[in-house]
């Protein structure tokens, strides 16, 4: 059983999307669907949820700062904070309990409750476990500089994912260092450290210090 399958990653007792995941053998099998799957959801929101403009849903306790910009369609989730020139660019899920900071900017992804991405951050078609956390500058980078299709390389074999667009899968728990690139198709297991400004790719097993590119200490 591959590490990056969506059970061994995330938990989704934490997620208001748990649905999207049901049949998804991988995780980044979710991404062509999180648009279509956000406006299905949307529309069947309890009435705690405020659609605030066309397909973007508010739950009343989230505070949104009247700086940001939530494009279509997104939800944002109970007691999260969108702070002063966060771009929320659409297809969307914002969890509960969650921070997107300033000018963080999001696309295509789902935020597990409880991540944190507070500062400069860009997340795009990617999945964060629940209580992920982003250092300053941290981002996900979605697109080969070639443009070709994105695998997950992993113990010298590469499974093909047919997405030309595939950020990073980061599991339940994990923390990413200020400034560091999490390269198209990384997966990092939970409860792991990626140190600041490293630029990885593939994939980081459960529990695992990445302390240089080259260098993943077992933790735990």
């Not at 299905?40 to 949104?64: I, M, Q, R």
């Not at 500062?119 to 697109?143: E, P, R």
């Not at 939970?190 to 200490?217: C, H």
Request: include cysteine.
């Amino acid at each position: 059983m591959h590490c990056f399958q969506t059970e061994n990653l995330v938990d989704l007792s934490h997620t208001i999307a748990f649905e999207i995941f049901k049949n998804a053998q991988f995780p980044w099998q979710v991404l062509p669907k999180i648009k279509d799957f956000v406006v299905s959801l949307g529309k069947k929101l309890p009435v705690d949820f405020v659609e605030v403009s066309p397909e973007v849903w508010v739950h009343k306790t989230a505070n949104v700062a009247k700086s940001a910009c939530l494009m279509p369609p997104c939800i944002v989730d109970a007691n999260s904070e969108i702070r002063h020139c966060a771009f929320v660019r659409g297809g969307v899920v914002v969890g509960k309990n969650c921070v997107v900071g300033n000018s963080v900017e999001i696309k295509n992804s789902i935020l597990f409750d409880g991540v944190q991405v507070p500062h400069f951050n860009y997340v795009g078609d990617s999945i964060l476990g629940y209580k992920c956390h982003f250092g300053a500058g941290a981002v996900t980078s979605n697109v080969k500089c070639n443009k070709t299709f994105v695998c997950v390389k992993h113990n010298g074999t590469e499974t093909q994912t047919g997405l030309k667009k595939f950020g990073a899968i980061v599991g339940d728990f994990v923390e990413v260092g200020c400034n560091a690139v999490l390269n198209p198709g990384t997966i990092v297991g939970k409860n792991s450290i990626v140190y600041p400004t490293l630029s990885i790719r593939g994939v980081v097993a459960p529990n695992t210090i990445v302390k240089s590119n080259k260098e993943y200490a077992k933790r735990i």
